[in-house]
């Protein structure tokens, strides 16, 4: 596959598509996990608020994550699932939230992804089907 260069260079990485089912966190897991594998600092941020499951993929509780960052009764460190493999990190999402579109559009949020950009050399994030009926 040839990329432009902007794209080849991209930091963080969203997989999204219209319906549930389709393959977006199984190709969001299996795309971070063979950059990680080759050697760059990789985390996953699960960001379907409605229907979390990065967590199972990587057979780790969700108690902490991208809810509690937004809401302020978690930071960066204390969420964080570190070295799921090697260079791969993930953030789930700490529960369900009742009005994720809130969270995900506050400013803390826009905050956590820069605060991830400078940590990581790649941030992937997990989102729900755009058409979940
Ligand atoms: N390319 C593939 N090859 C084999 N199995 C796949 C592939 N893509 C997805 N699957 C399987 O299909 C199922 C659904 O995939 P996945 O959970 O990634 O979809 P999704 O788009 O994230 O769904 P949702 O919108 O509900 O979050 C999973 O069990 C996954 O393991
Ligand atoms: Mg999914």
């Given at each position: 596959m040839r990329l432009k260069p902007e794209a080849k260079d991209a930091k963080c990485i969203l997989t999204t598509s219209t319906?549930?089912?389709?393959?977006k966190s199984f190709v969001t897991t299996n795309v971070a996990m063979t950059y990680a594998a080759h050697g760059e600092k990789v985390v996953i941020v699960d960001?379907?608020?409605r229907k979390p499951n990065i967590h199972k993929t990587v057979q780790?509780?969700?108690?902490?994550?991208v809810i509690d960052i937004v809401g302020g009764s978690g930071t960066l460190d204390e969420v964080i699932l570190k070295n799921v493999a090697p260079n791969l990190d993930v953030i789930p999402t700490g529960g369900r939230a009742k009005n994720p579109t809130h969270i995900l559009n506050s400013k803390s949020f826009e905050q956590m992804v820069t605060d991830l950009r400078g940590r990581y050399d790649r941030v992937f994030f997990d989102t729900p089907p755009l058409a979940s009926g």
């Open positions: 319906i549930p089912g389709e393959g960001c379907d608020l780790l509780e969700n108690i902490k994550g």
